[in-house]
């Protein structure tokens, strides 16, 4: 054969591999071509060895082959350790997030639950080629903080088939596997995922029942004093809803994880109060919020309940001349003073305002309670009982009759298997502060905790500042040539002249 025939070939060859590298990395789920052209290559390789075994066989025996075949040999052996190190790097990754916000990051709430799943997760992506990567980079964010999730690809345009046999009905969709139970979901973000794996990675949703038939928040109501807005986070937190009336139950259900009883306006009977009691002792666990009533007692018949587990909701208004909504001259308080230990508000980053809130006082030998919240300090705060100064908008503290301040805006109870929580305002999660999501969250936290669902407490929702940073032309062209040209040219220079170097020695 010709020596231009063969050095044609030998190129061709050599463009072969590159090409064979180049789809091994690109297109790396097209196992049937990436086999037939690494193939061919073998094949072309092997054809020009045949055609010239002579030649060869003189290369073969030379001194410069020797050192060749040992350099290959060293660079296989390093390929291999480099391998294995990007393996190690792969299983235990590191990552940082420089975003505003930690917008490329999980939340507190899906990384904290990922600590507590154990077993390995399966993430099958359903969707066309276009659509993976999206969808990959997303699955990825999971697979850095637990290592043992899987992650397969199903493509929808050539694999109809298992499409249908896992019962997906939309594309891009993600089937999320543990043990024998599996969830498909279509909504691809970070909050349909967490939903999903704690759907998958508990028996059954925990039951919620919010007390009706007093004047309480209506969950169904998408007015401005309605409750929509938290029902919809609490649902989409995967939580079960019902509603109970009772003046209509003798008692409780037994189903019952947690009983919300949300700003009634109403009094309770003397049986509704006895239910309750008997819920609680049972290993019940309780929500309450009660709002100051000026034109009456107020709640007695609750407030009597909690004093026998010795808290004092006081039926006045906690008045905070230093933390408060502008314009409301301490009738709104914010709350900035959270306990740091309790699971409910431990790491919880950001101040909630409580539209005309009662105080929550502890008795002295109480014992199991926890004040979360708290006031300023007299003369600070205090906690109003006068109506008429409140009318006229004059408030001042009256010795005897008003509370000092610090004074506690929500408080906690757990003692064996019973557990109570207070607040002193329950319109902070009405539909009207939809855009107040700290007001939520401490309402979502509250009732993690109540349910038992610690692992969901510390959701973080930040609110996303979207900078996008857009690139011209010449920007674009100054990376493009500085990583793909001039870097591994000057790799190679580097390469060329070293070996160069070795030659001379």
Same mark, same amino acid.
């Given at each position: 054969?010709?020596?231009?025939?063969?050095?044609?070939?030998?190129?061709?060859?050599?463009?072969?591999?590159?090409?064979?590298?180049?789809?091994?990395?690109?297109?790396?789920?097209?196992?049937?071509?990436?086999?037939?052209?690494?193939?061919?290559?073998?094949?072309?390789?092997?054809?020009?060895?045949?055609?010239?075994?002579?030649?060869?066989?003189?290369?073969?025996?030379? #001194?410069?082959?020797?050192?060749?075949?040992?350099?290959?040999?060293?660079?296989?052996?390093?390929?291999?350790?480099?391998?294995?190190?990007?393996?190690?790097?792969?299983?235990?990754?590191?990552?940082?997030?420089?975003?505003?916000?930690?917008?490329?990051?999980?939340?507190?709430?899906?990384?904290?639950?990922?600590?507590?799943?154990?077993?390995?997760?399966?993430?099958?992506?359903?969707?066309?080629?276009?659509?993976?990567?999206?969808?990959?980079?997303?699955?990825?964010?999971?697979?850095?903080?637990?290592?043992?999730?899987?992650?397969?690809?199903?493509?929808?345009?050539?694999?109809?088939?298992?499409?249908?046999?896992?019962?997906?009905?939309?594309?891009?969709?993600?089937?999320?596997?543990?043990?024998?139970?599996?969830?498909?979901?279509?909504?691809?973000?970070?909050?349909?995922?967490?939903?999903? #794996?704690?759907?998958?990675?508990?028996?059954?949703?925990?039951?919620?029942?919010?007390?009706?038939?007093?004047?309480?928040?209506?969950?169904?109501?998408?007015?401005?004093?309605?409750?929509?807005?938290?029902?919809?986070?609490?649902?989409?937190?995967?939580?079960?809803?019902?509603?109970?009336?009772?003046?209509?139950?003798?008692?409780?259900?037994?189903?019952?994880?947690?009983?919300?009883?949300?700003?009634?306006?109403?009094?309770?009977?003397?049986?509704?109060?006895?239910?309750?009691?008997?819920?609680?002792?049972?290993?019940?666990?309780?929500?309450?919020?009660?709002?100051?009533?000026?034109?009456?007692?107020?709640?007695?018949?609750?407030?009597?309940?909690?004093?026998?587990?010795?808290?004092?909701?006081?039926?006045?208004?906690?008045?905070?001349?230093?933390?408060?909504?502008?314009?409301?001259?301490?009738?709104?308080?914010?709350?900035?003073?959270?306990?740091?230990?309790?699971?409910?508000?431990?790491?919880?980053?950001?101040?909630?305002? #409580?539209?005309?809130?009662?105080?929550?006082?502890?008795?002295?030998?109480?014992?199991?309670?926890?004040?979360?919240?708290?006031?300023?300090?007299?003369?600070?705060?205090?906690?109003?009982?006068?109506?008429?100064?409140?009318?006229?908008?004059?408030?001042?503290?009256?010795?005897?009759?008003?509370?000092?301040?610090?004074?506690?805006?929500?408080?906690?109870?757990?003692?064996?298997?019973?557990?109570?929580?207070?607040?002193?305002?329950?319109?902070?999660?009405?539909?009207?502060?939809?855009?107040?999501?700290?007001?939520?969250?401490?309402?979502?936290?509250?009732?993690?905790?109540?349910?038992?669902?610690?692992?969901?407490?510390?959701?973080?929702?930040?609110?996303?500042?979207?900078?996008?940073?857009?690139?011209?032309?010449?920007?674009?062209?100054?990376?493009?040539?500085?990583?793909?040209?001039?870097?591994?040219?000057?790799?190679?220079?580097?390469?060329?002249?070293?070996?160069?170097?070795?030659?001379? #020695?």
């Amino acid at each position: 054969m010709k020596s231009w025939l063969i050095t044609l070939f030998g190129i061709l060859n050599f463009l072969l591999y590159l090409v064979v590298i180049g789809l091994w990395i690109s297109i790396p789920g097209e196992v049937t071509l990436n086999l037939f052209s690494t193939l061919a290559g073998l094949v072309l390789t092997t054809g020009l060895i045949l055609s010239n075994r002579k030649s060869f066989a003189q290369f073969y025996k030379s #001194l410069y082959f020797k050192n060749f075949a040992g350099a290959i040999v060293s660079a296989f052996l390093l390929f291999v350790i480099l391998g294995f190190v990007n393996f190690l790097a792969y299983k235990n990754a590191v990552v940082w997030d420089v975003t505003k916000n930690k917008r490329n990051s999980l939340t507190d709430q899906t990384a904290q639950l990922l600590k507590e799943v154990e077993g390995e997760v399966q993430f099958t992506i359903f969707s066309l080629k276009k659509d993976y990567e999206l969808i990959r980079s997303l699955a990825e964010l999971y697979r850095l903080k637990k290592n043992d999730i899987k992650i397969g690809f199903v493509d929808a345009e050539l694999s109809p088939q298992k499409v249908r046999e896992s019962g997906v009905t939309k594309v891009p969709s993600l089937e999320i596997s543990f043990g024998e139970r599996k969830r498909v979901i279509s909504e691809l973000s970070e909050l349909s995922v967490t939903n999903a #794996l704690i759907k998958i990675t508990r028996k059954t949703d925990p039951t919620i029942y919010f007390s009706v038939g007093h004047g309480e928040i209506d969950i169904t109501s998408n007015e401005n004093e309605g409750g929509s807005q938290l029902a919809k986070l609490l649902k989409s937190n995967t939580y079960s809803l019902r509603q109970l009336n009772l003046r209509e139950s003798s008692q409780i259900p037994e189903d019952a994880n947690v009983l919300v009883v949300w700003g009634p306006k109403e009094g309770f009977f003397p049986n509704e109060i006895n239910a309750l009691k008997s819920f609680i002792e049972k290993g019940g666990r309780l929500m309450l919020a009660l709002d100051p009533d000026f034109n009456s007692k107020g709640q007695v018949e609750l407030m009597d309940l909690l004093r026998g587990y010795g808290a004092i909701l006081s039926n006045d208004l906690v008045i905070d001349r230093i933390k408060h909504a502008n314009g409301s001259k301490g009738t709104v308080p914010v709350i900035h003073k959270f306990d740091s230990n309790h699971p409910i508000t431990k790491g919880f980053d950001g101040s909630v305002f #409580l539209p005309l809130t009662s105080s929550v006082q502890l008795e002295t030998e109480s014992t199991g309670w926890t004040l979360l919240g708290l006031s300023n300090q007299f003369p600070a705060a205090w906690g109003e009982t006068n109506r008429e100064e409140l009318l006229a908008m004059d408030m001042t503290y009256t010795e005897g009759f008003d509370h000092k301040g610090p004074l506690g805006y929500i408080a906690a109870f757990e003692e064996e298997n019973k557990k109570l929580l207070v607040f002193g305002n329950s319109t902070f999660v009405i539909n009207t502060y939809r855009k107040f999501p700290k007001n939520f969250i401490l309402f979502l936290n509250s009732l993690n905790w109540l349910a038992g669902e610690e692992r969901l407490i510390a959701f973080n929702t930040p609110v996303i500042e979207d900078r996008p940073i857009f690139m011209n032309k010449h920007q674009i062209g100054i990376i493009f040539y500085f990583t793909v040209i001039f870097c591994p040219l000057a790799l190679a220079i580097i390469a060329f002249v070293l070996y160069k170097r070795r030659q001379k #020695l």
